[in-house]
């Protein structure tokens, strides 16, 4: 009959069907195997891409790692260190002129080159931006500043030049002590003195952070920064300190820095990123200079980092000497 020409019909499809299904579960078992069996055989243990060692350093006893282009070709033209090794990063990069002039530096001073993977220089430098390159070398420590003042060698006395001196009253934060360094090689600061206690030291990070300026500028320090302030102050100095517009001074003027007028040797006394000078240092200062703000500011937010109050200081400052230079 009909219906039973249609039973047998859809019977013989639904068998069809589940012999399709069954052979490609089979194909997929089959290539599954397959696969397999071709990951095992051709990514054995014996043919797997052996993971290289890190590479073993000898560092020289005593010794610090530069890093930075600006620091360590500085740090080659001033000579104020002694060079150990130069880490290159090899590749494509190894191939730039920098590299290149890098590698002749070292290579004339019989300094060994090694040009190694990234990862090796930033192991060297402590996941620091070193631009391809590290340079192991001796540190740099300030110098004695009461060594230098009883050898008066090369130190300017005349008071009738425009002499500026920087001095920074623990300061802590390396990268704040490297963009200070930086302003005041820019702008023209004869000398630059850190006190000795709690300030932070002469570290790569810091040369980083000066774009190269701390291995070229000399660097004083003082065990007793009071009595080299007096000091001065006998010499015909003065002593300008810095404080914010929303602290007040009872003792020292406060001015404006663009009312200051740079007419004798002077000494600009940068404090602590927290505090601020000391109470000592404070009692010092022939007066204080302010940093008029552009708007009304909000609690907390009255007062600028260290660093970028030092270079619109030290600008307000010595532009007076380019102006008289121009007139």
Partial sequence: SGD?????????????????????????????????????????????????????????KGSEILFGIAPCSLAFLQSKRDFFQLFLKSGSSCARPVMEEFAQRAKARGVPVHHVRRQVLDALCKGQVHQGVCLEATPLHPRSLEEAEASRVGVATGLGTQLIWLVLEQIQDPMNLGAVLRSAHFLGVDRVVTSQKD??????????????????????????LQRFLKAKIEEGWEVIGTVSKSEVEDKVPVISCLEFHWNKPTVLVLGNEGYGLSSETRSLC???????????????????NVSVATGILLHSICSQKIKSLLE
């Fill in 286 to 304: 022939h007066r204080m200079l302010i940093i008029p703000p552009g708007r009304t500011l909000q609690p907390g937010i009255e007062s600028l």
């Fill in 4 to 60: 039973g020409a249609i039973a047998i019909c859809i019977s013989r499809t639904l068998r069809w069907k589940w012999k399709s299904s069954m052979r490609r579960t089979e194909q997929a078992a089959s290539s599954s195997e397959e696969f397999r069996n071709l990951r095992e055989d051709d990514f054995s243990k014996a043919q797997k891409r052996p993971v290289p060692k890190p590479m073993s350093i000898e560092r020289t």
């Fill in 199 to 224: 300030s932070c030291p002469l570290t790569p990070t810091v040369s980083k952070a000066s774009a190269g300026a701390m291995e070229v500028l000399e660097v004083y320090s003082t065990d007793n």
